[in-house]
């Protein structure tokens, strides 16, 4: 048995920055992670992380961050967590310079910062199209000097709690496949996201919603889980690419979204709330692009649910691309720009390389094809938005796996200094929280438990193959609860995932316990069910259509809807119940600055 | 290339106690990468076969392998750039110790990253804390930080693999990095003796081995080993330079 004051699960960018400042302020903290260190999903993260420092538009400020990041959420964020974000993700940033991340910059050698959808300003701080990477191995290089202890390729199972205390967690050891069991004051969540639950995402293995489902099975509340972020932007072809992220700085770059006609669609429909804020014709929006203050956005930077339902729009329409998506083209810009071909290489190097390796294309010649694909939840653990806590005494969350601050609709690049911002406070306040309350001890009997379940399919060696239904529900998912739903389709979602739950009675690995894949997806796969029971109950109760959540049967956002937030709880007969809360009050300060950006 | 085709792989499973190549086949079609076959076998045919993988975009370095002998990413190597009528061979990366199957254990690698002296800056230059740098001072350092860490260089570098000198030598991950903290404008600790004298860059002959591997096509060798060899002779060797040195009493 380990012994620690804060456990911090999951070393992506959320859980390294919690890892750091629990570190720093002297209380001993473990992290777990199930792949190497440097290695999670927040290192596929290309774009940038938004941060109102004004380098490049000096109009840009705390108050227009909040404003934006407000009207992308839809008003449903928690208003407490988007000032946070907005006033302290400049220092997070420059304190990352600080330990050593190197920015792109400006002719004036600062911080370069680039346009992305539903930001008023060029905002994004970003290294070309890998910030992410830049992100985590800042974090980790500085963090493996902090003191804390890592611990590689292990994946918690279950969360221990003693009274509804948290008392450590349990989990295993992928290299030896033997349980493990950490003792802890307090536990961090950082575990990232649920895409794993859909079949076109670009999210990795580990994406299967683990923390959300850990955290609800311990007592925690799942807000917002209706809000599924699709993001319009995903390849399409070949197949075996399918869902792999095609960065919103190709359309920050110039890049612009075409149908089989030749046709910018984008500028057909243009939502009210953005009207005075889209170029009115093409010519605008290219000057937008280059840096022109009076210029404003061309349509294809709308919010993303918006650019991903134009795109499914045109596809159902029959004015797709051959393989069912539609043209993304970055190439024309050499109509505008000399040398545009190196300019292209240079400002997204990663999207060069990933499309002339994977699909043969030459985006600085040739289109590229594009569609939606599952790519970020805005749901979460629900948690205090001054101190991260989860109503579960001692279990803290940051990054994507908490709720609050993205609302209906994230805005990119919110999430890289989402990660930064809370992870900060998370730590900072796990490890007040263990200063101030003694260790509670591990209770046997649900460790004994628990270990008993996880173990339980190596007893079928001919049971059911755990791929098979993994595949199962993914399809579900993507076909039922997908970008497009209505109250039909996701009950007889329920109802295959009833279903899902008693073939799992029945899943059974053979071979060994070190490092076998199969075991783990049986593993994974209880975490993915719960996620998606969540996110489609919640999605079924409400009646609407805003940000993520578009319902056929439901087109226009309803006022009533926009007053309460969906929470899903277990109930003590073990069903889960998703009822209603009412959204954070706006402070009056903070409605002056909503109405001052109007 | 047809819609689909059959291929025979030759996957090597076991541990360190020993394994041997195992034989599959299965109907690979257009755009198909290794790491999809590999997926494919798992699915259906081996389900307790490990590998590692993230991202399947190349930008996370965890599916190293070596693919018909080759060091390379599974998620990068696209079946159709492999010759058509041949077996398929899939082993670990060989320079490591195995774990089981494809999975070894890489974590010699994190225990030298953890020596190295960690960036140190200047003092900020403007009041709000932050530093003025010029894109040009940076694009070398930003060419070494795109390294993804796979260590498919470390795996390829005779030091390591042939003479296993895993602990006089950091392989050339690892000088690359050295060399992208001493090239980093802000920063003001001093690593080469430790390159000298620790680290073993004197191992290092030059055969670029590495540099040919590299999925992130950094030029591991002639931008970041040579010069830190060069900054190494400057200060310790160089007639001129250690006497410069005794006047300034450093
Ligand atoms: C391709 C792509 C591009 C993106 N680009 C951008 C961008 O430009 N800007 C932006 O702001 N956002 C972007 N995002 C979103 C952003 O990258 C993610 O939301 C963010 O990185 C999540 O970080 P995290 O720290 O919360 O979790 P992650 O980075 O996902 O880390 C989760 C960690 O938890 C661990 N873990 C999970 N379950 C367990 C368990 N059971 N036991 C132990 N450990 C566990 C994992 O191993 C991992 O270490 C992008 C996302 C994708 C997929
Ligand atoms: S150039 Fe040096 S570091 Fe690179 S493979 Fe050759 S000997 Fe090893
Ligand atoms: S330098 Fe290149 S080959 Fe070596 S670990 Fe980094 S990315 Fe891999
Ligand atoms: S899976 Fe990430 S590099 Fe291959």
Redesign the pocket.
């Known amino acids: 048995m380990h012994e620690h004051d804060v456990i911090v699960i999951g070393a992506g960018g959320a859980g390294l920055r919690a890892a750091i400042e629990a570190s720093a302020a002297g209380v001993k903290v473990g992290v777990i992670c199930k792949s190497l260190l440097g290695k999670a999903h927040t290192v596929m993260a290309e774009g940038g992380m938004a941060a109102a420092m004004g380098n490049v538009d000096d109009r840009d400020n705390w108050e227009v961050h909040f404003a934006d990041t407000m009207r992308g959420g839809q008003y449903l964020n928690n208003p407490i967590m988007v000032e946070h974000h907005a006033k302290e993700a400049p220092a997070r940033v420059l304190e990352l310079e600080s330990w050593g991340a190197v920015f792109d910059r400006t002719k004036e050698g600062k911080i370069l910062q680039r346009n992305f959808g539903g930001h008023r300003y060029p905002r994004l701080a970003h290294v070309g199209d890998r910030t992410g990477l830049e992100l985590i191995r800042t974090l980790q290089d500085h963090g493996i000097h902090q003191g804390m202890e890592v611990f590689m390729e292990m994946t918690v199972v279950s969360l221990l709690t003693t009274g509804g205390r948290i008392s450590g967690v349990l989990g295993y050891d992928r290299e030896r496949g033997r349980m493990r069991i950490w003792k802890a004051k307090a536990v961090i969540m950082a575990t990232g996201g649920i895409g794993k639950s859909f079949s076109v995402t670009s999210n990795s293995w580990e994406c299967t919603g683990d923390g959300h489902s850990l955290a609800y099975h311990a007592g925690a509340e799942l807000m917002d889980m209706e809000f599924v972020q699709f993001h319009p932007t995903g390849m399409v072809w070949p197949p075996s690419v399918r869902g792999i992220l095609v960065t919103e700085g190709v359309r920050g770059e110039g890049g612009v979204l075409r149908n089989s006609e030749g046709k910018r669609f984008m500028f057909d429909d243009v939502p009210e709330a953005y009207r005075n804020q889209v170029a009115k014709d093409e010519e605008e929006g290219w000057r937008y692009v280059c840096g022109d203050k009076n210029a404003n956005r061309p349509p294809e930077l709308l919010t993303r649910d918006h650019v991903a339902r134009c795109i499914n729009r045109e596809i159902k329409a029959g004015r797709g691309s051959p393989h069912g998506g539609v043209f993304l083209d970055i190439g024309w810009i050499k109509e505008k720009i000399p040398n545009a071909s190196e300019h292209i290489k240079r400002k997204l190097p990663s999207m060069y390389h990933q499309f002339m390796q994977l699909a043969g294309v030459d985006i600085t010649q040739e289109r590229m094809e594009v569609g939606p694909t599952t790519h970020y939840v805005m749901g979460g653990v629900a948690v205090d938005g001054d101190t991260q806590m989860s109503c579960v005494p001692g279990l803290f969350a940051a990054g994507e796996v908490t709720a609050g601050l993205n609302g209906a609709n994230r805005l990119g690049g919110n999430s890289l200094s989402d990660l930064i911002v809370f992870g900060k406070l998370a730590g900072e306040h796990a490890a007040k929280f263990v200063k101030s309350n003694a260790a509670v001890e591990v209770d046997p009997a649900q460790v004994e438990a628990k270990t008993r379940a996880i173990e339980a399919p190596f007893e079928r060696p001919n049971g059911e193959n755990p791929y098979a239904i993994q595949q199962d529900l993914q399809n579900t998912m993507q076909d039922l609860v997908g970008i497009v739903r209505t109250q039909k389709e996701m009950e007889s979602a329920l109802v295959k995932l009833d279903q899902f739950k008693a073939r799992l009675k029945n899943v059974g690995v053979s071979g060994h316990r070190e490092y076998n894949p199969g075991w783990h997806t049986a593993i994974d796969l209880p975490c993915m069910l719960t996620v998606s029971e969540s996110i489609t109950r919640s999605a079924l109760e409400r009646k609407e259509s805003r940000g993520a959540q578009f319902r056929e049967d439901y087109p226009d956002k309803s006022a009533e809807c926009g007053t309460f937030n969906l929470v899903a709880k277990k109930a003590p007969d073990g069903s889960m119940q998703v009822s209603r809360r009412p959204v954070v009050p706006m402070r009056s300060d903070l409605k002056a600055v909503i109405e001052k950006m109007k | 290339m047809d819609p689909s085709r059959r291929v025979q792989f030759r996957i090597w499973r076991g541990d360190k106690n020993g394994g041997a190549f195992q034989n599959y086949e299965m109907n690979v079609s257009e755009g198909m990468v290794v790491l999809d076959c590999v997926h494919r076998i798992q699915a259906e045919q081996a389900p307790d076969l490990a590998c590692r993988w993230n991202c399947k975009a190349g930008k996370c370095?965890s599916c190293s392998a070596e693919i018909n002998g080759k060091p390379c990413l599974m998620c990068m190597t696209r079946m159709d750039t492999l010759p058509p009528d041949q077996v398929v061979t899939v082993e670990p990366m060989r320079s490591f110790p195995s774990i089981r199957d494809l999975v070894t254990d890489v974590s010699w690698n994190f225990r030298v990253k953890k020596k190295i002296k960690p960036f140190k800056p200047r003092k900020p230059d403007n009041a709000d804390g932050s530093w003025t740098m010029f894109q040009e001072d940076i694009d070398r350092v930003q060419e070494f930080r795109k390294?993804?860490?796979?260590?498919?260089?470390?795996d390829v570098c005779h030091v390591v693999r042939d003479h296993h000198k895993e602990e006089e030598f950091i392989g050339?991950?690892f000088l690359?990095y050295t060399a992208a903290l001493e090239m980093h404008p802000l920063d003001t600790e001093d690593r080469l003796a430790d390159l000298k004298d620790r680290d073993g860059i004197g191992y290092c002959n030059i055969t670029k081995c590495?540099t040919k591997?590299?999925?992130?096509h950094?030029g591991?060798t002639d931008n970041a080993i040579i010069p830190m060899k060069e900054r190494v002779v400057d200060q310790f060797y160089d007639p001129l330079t250690r006497l410069f040195r005794m006047f300034k009493g450093k």
């Open positions: 370095g390294c993804i860490e796979c260590f498919l260089c470390q050339p991950r690359m590495c591997v590299c999925p992130e950094i591991i």
